[in-house]
């Protein structure tokens, strides 16, 4: 998984990230609209709780890649 991971280019993560927790730009984020719903207790429906996942995926995958490359 790690030689995987190590294959993924910042330049390719980085706007991808950017991208999916912004996307849509309007009326509001997904991420940002999932986020204020899981603060509020009403992330409740599982379609949901799998656009929340989805939305930060690419960002949790860039987390990773920091910390992999900050720990060698």
Known sequence: MWSLLDKIPY???I???ILMILAPFRP???ALEKINMLLNGTLIRPVD???LFFHLFPALILL???FRSFNR
């Open 28 to 30: 509001m984020p997904h």
């Open 11 to 13: 330049s390719v993560i």
């Open 64 to 66: 990773l890649k920091i």
């Open 49 to 51: 709780i799998f656009d």
């Open 15 to 17: 706007p991808i990230a």
